[in-house]
């Protein structure tokens, strides 16, 4: 029983992180200079191993911003 519910923590849990990115996905789209959303999206994709993509919005967020240390990798 109890392995269940993680199942079930689990699924909900992977369905926050899709309706999270895409929720930052939709605010780049509809403001594409937005550096907190293409950070925060970054963030999400490299924790998601999505590598590539996560260092393509850190890309965004210091030619939108330089002094964004965080951006900086």
């Known amino acids: 029983m109890g392995r269940g519910l993680g199942l079930q923590e ?3 849990q992977e369905a926050a ?4 990115q895409a929720h930052l996905e939709k605010s780049i ?4 200079g937005f550096t907190e959303a293409h950070y925060q999206l970054a963030l999400l994709l490299a924790d998601q191993g999505e590598l ?3 260092q393509k ?4 967020v210091i030619e939108l911003e330089p002094a964004h240390s965080d951006g900086h990798f």
Request: net charge positive.
């Open 52 to 54: 590539q993509q996560a």
């Open 10 to 12: 689990q699924v909900r």
């Open 29 to 32: 789209a509809l403001n594409p």
């Open 57 to 60: 919005h850190l890309r965004k």
């Open 17 to 20: 992180i899709k309706d999270a």
